[in-house]
């Protein structure tokens, strides 16, 4: 049962390099538990909606069902509003969707406000699951939006 199972050429290859193969493999492994995530892509219209509102609706602790688009403005922003139910009163944001990160602005008597950095939120996206995610700025809790 003496065989051979590495050439000498293949032993001594793997020896030379051994140090690059476990960077390959320490590398892809990484890449597979992160669920092939990605932290810059380009959102659609529709995607960028859709993460606005369940931001605007973590933000203020209302219904995600409320939440009604008004537009897609100038540069990509877009344009959020709810009414309260318990009073009937109309509330206005805008969010500005970027490949990362995701902000927002509300109208303050007759005036968009300024951008609420304080609450800025970085956004990441799993190709396998096609589920954008952020953590709340209320609750820490990771917020996960089905695109």
């Known amino acids: 049962m003496n065989q051979k199972i590495l050439s000498p050429k293949l032993k001594n290859f793997l020896r030379q390099n051994i140090i690059w193969i476990v960077a390959a493999v320490v590398v892809i492994l990484i890449y597979l538990s992160t669920g092939s995530s990605q932290s810059n ?22 219904p995600l069902d409320i939440m009604k688009l008004q537009r897609v403005g100038n540069q990509g922003l877009i344009y959020i509003s709810y009414t309260r139910p318990q009073d ?18 509300g109208w303050v008597d007759g005036t968009w406000g300024r951008w609420r950095q304080e609450d800025k939120v970085s956004i990441s996206y799993n190709l396998q699951t096609k589920t954008a995610s952020f953590d709340s700025i209320m609750s820490s809790e990771n917020i996960k939006v089905k695109l």
Not at 53 to 62: L, P
Not at 88 to 105: F, G, I, L, P
């Open 41 to 62: 892509k380009h959102w659609t219209e529709l995607e960028k909606v859709s993460l606005c509102k369940a931001y605007i609706a973590d933000q203020f602790g209302k």
């Open 88 to 105: 009937n009163t109309e509330w206005d944001y805008v969010c500005q969707v970027d490949s990362s990160s995701m902000v927002w602005a």
